[in-house]
């Protein structure tokens, strides 16, 4: 395995294995062909979503995967709309995930504010509770929450009962502390000397310093509510309040039984569902950035 | 007595309800279930619902398709743990490297974490029906029968399906975790004339051992609670119940068939698989 190592000072340009992985190196090329060929995997599926949604007659061959301007249509877009109304739809997911991101936003930020500045009874409890709420998985609790809210509260088919179980985003809480945490101690120190209360501190210096946070956490809170199948599905056999996930998904499980050609529509549905998140992700992806998730592993 | 601040408690009350409500009060609901006959009534009527101990989990535990069920995310959590770990691995550190298109690179793997599986499912349904992409590319070789109604194949599937849509996820948290990797130990490595495979095994992998403790915690977590996947991608866990998961049949038996009592055991049965299995791969990951 010993190669020579070069002088000290040389520049390497390339050599079989070079001895410094040079942080600053343009790209070697083995791992530009691996990082090429992940690409491509990962994005092949989303771009044969949008060419199997816009074909009029469904061509799995090859050739096939390229647009061909002679089997063009829009009209699965139009055949998706009729069987599951795309304006209903959208709207309920709309309303699903506008109303947990102000829950998140609003009680999520003051309970991330607390915990990170304020000294109060019960506060490590609280911190470890949050902390366990992200390891127990949703799933497990769908029974008891579905006897819940359907069977005690009576919320089945409501955006209430859709939008309880995520109201607040555990995830969005420990961001907004891990940020709210990374302020300069002297800021409030300041700020309490001058006479601010609490609330005035955190939404006068906080909250104005900490707006990468929330534009992250509001973007993770988003894909949440907008991308959930298992609990709207469970809860909502009204087809004009189902979100858009379960309306899709309900069409995917009827018609994959008599599959004549039920592929164009379903992928027209599936890109009208997958585009606001791209769109918002590749707008604000470089917010997104790995510290964030980094400051949750470190802890 | 309320601590220094006490106006904190007044900031972390509708979190305490809420995590109270659709957390702590739950969790008991589900436990309390598991040991009675628990069965729905409709809301305000008082119903009786008698003890029946351990009834229950006897009942789940000598069902043939409760056995299935778990043994099929067995073969999903052997096959996707690992191939979970190593891809974004591999993928994380070219990404960490100073290489052109680094966001278009970025973007593109997170885009299947980001978008929801329904819509995912769609197209991989496209892809791997009989008469789909990959059968034509596949031509002679394509199995028979197809990829998703092939009972040896449909779990392979499913796993190979959430790894891919898992993948950007684990990437960034393996992305984070080499940020603290020291540089230092990659010049002492090259200084010893360690090649660069050799300073991957012997700098990064140990470097970031806890993020791969987190990742396998995680991706067994999110495995241990398929779904999605076997409902749409192989109509409801066929062929045979082969791609059936727990919380397939916990929604079936729970929901459909109207036994939450006997859904909150398999939930049960599955919390303690899962906690049982995380503590064996910690004592593994965690040794030496």
Known sequence: ?299 | MFGRQPVGLAFVSPYVVFLVMIFAYPLGLAVWMSFHDYFFAAPGVAVDRPFVGFDNYTAVLGDPAVRRAFLNILIFLVINVPLTVVLSLILASALNAAIPFRTFFRVSFYVPYLTASVAVVGVWLFLFNSDGLVNKVLGPLAPEPSWLVNTGLAMPVVAIYVTWKQLGFFILLYLAALQNVPKELYEAAAVDGASRSRAFRSVTVPGVRPATTLVVLLATITGANLFTEPYLLTGGGGPNGTSTSPVLLMYQRGIEQGEPGVAAAIGMVLVIGVLAVSLVNRRLLERD
């Not at chain 1, 530009?32 to 060929?37: E, I, P």
């Not at chain 1, 609990?231 to 858009?244: A, E, G, V």
Request: aromatic share 10%; charged share 10%; hydrophobic share 50%.
């Open chain 1, 1 to 299: 395995m010993a190669t020579t190592l070069p002088p000290v000072g040389q520049v390497t340009v390339i050599s079989a294995a070079p001895p410094v992985p040079d942080q600053r190196r343009r790209g070697h090329p083995l791992r530009l062909v691996a990082l090429t060929l992940g690409a491509l995997m990962f994005l092949f599926p989303f771009y044969y979503m949008l060419i199997g949604s816009l074909q009029d007659e469904p061509d799995t061959t090859p050739a096939g995967a390229l647009p061909n301007p002679g089997n063009l249509t829009a009209a699965n877009y139009s055949d998706i709309d009729d069987r599951i109304n795309l304006g209903r739809t959208i709207l309920n997911s709309g309303i699903f995930t506008g109303g947990v991101l102000l829950g998140t936003v609003v009680f999520g930020v003051l309970a991330g504010y607390a915990l990170a500045r304020l000294h109060f009874r019960g506060r490590g409890l609280l911190f470890g509770f949050m902390l366990l709420v992200q390891v127990i998985p949703f799933q497990l609790m769908t029974i008891p929450l579905y006897v819940l809210i359907v069977r005690n509260y009576g919320l089945a088919d409501s955006y209430l009962g859709m939008i309880l179980p995520f109201a607040i985003n555990s995830t969005a809480v420990f961001i907004f502390r891990q940020y709210f945490l990374q302020l300069p101690k002297e800021l409030f120190e300041a700020a309490h000397v001058d006479g601010a209360g609490e609330l005035t501190i955190l939404l006068r210096i906080a909250l104005p310093l900490v707006r990468p946070a929330l534009l992250t956490a509001v973007l993770l809170t988003f894909i949440g509510p907008w991308n959930e199948f298992l609990w709207p599905f469970l809860i909502t056999k009204d087809q004009d309040m189902q979100p858009l996930a379960v309306a899709l998904a309900n069409y995917i499980s009827n018609v994959a039984a008599r599959a004549t050609n039920p592929y164009g529509a379903l992928l027209a549905g599936a890109c009208v569902l997958v585009a606001p998140v791209v769109v918002l992700f590749v707008a604000f992806q470089r917010h997104f950035v790995s510290t964030d998730i980094g400051s949750g592993v470190k802890g």
